[in-house]
């Protein structure tokens, strides 16, 4: 789950914006992260972000103080929670969201079961995540051709 996806590649660099990666174990360990707490970390601060493990419950637990420990460091306050999702859509691979249908089909594609299926538990959450009204989705067509849906 440690890649950084290429439609990531003109922010990586700058970390301007916080990868896929970050934002999925953001979820997980119910941290609401603000861009500019983000963007205090040294880099070496965020690649740890980026490679620490937030999977099974005690890793998810240790991701969250660490990360609430660091944006203490820089703001003198802890960070904002996030509401967990308990079952989150990502991680369900018997349906693909309508949603996410929806949005893919106005770019005239469509995402099958067994395609939703063949897509890793990261894929799936950026493309959720990039088909939402809430966030600028200019890479929504990109993801959706670097997993292979449009050509």
């Known amino acids: 789950m440690n890649d950084?996806?290429?439609?990531?590649?003109?922010?990586?660099?700058?970390?301007?914006?916080?990868?896929?990666?970050?934002?999925?174990?953001?979820?997980?360990?119910?941290?609401?992260?603000?861009?500019?707490e983000w963007s205090d970390f040294t880099k070496e601060e965020r690649d740890q972000l980026f490679e620490l493990p937030c999977f099974e419950e005690n890793d998810i637990q240790a991701y969250r103080e660490y990360l609430q420990k660091l944006v203490q460091k820089y703001t003198q306050s802890l960070p904002d929670d996030l509401a967990?999702?308990?079952?989150?859509?990502?991680?369900?691979?018997?349906?693909?969201?309508?949603?996410?249908?929806?949005?893919?089909?106005?770019?005239?594609?469509?995402?099958?079961?067994?395609?939703?299926?063949?897509?890793?538990?990261?894929?799936?959450?950026a493309l959720i995540k990039l088909s939402k009204p809430s966030h600028e989705s200019k890479n929504f067509p990109h993801a959706l051709r670097e997993f292979g849906f449009l050509f």
């Open 4 to 36: 950084y996806f290429r439609f990531e590649a003109d922010f990586i660099e700058s970390m301007r914006c916080i990868p896929m990666g970050v934002r999925c174990k953001l979820d997980t360990c119910g941290i609401k992260l603000k861009l500019s």
């Open 84 to 125: 967990v999702e308990t079952q989150p859509a990502w991680l369900d691979s018997t349906q693909v969201p309508e949603s996410l249908q929806e949005k893919a089909e106005a770019l005239h594609t469509q995402i099958s079961l067994d395609q939703w299926r063949a897509l890793t538990p990261l894929q799936r959450f």
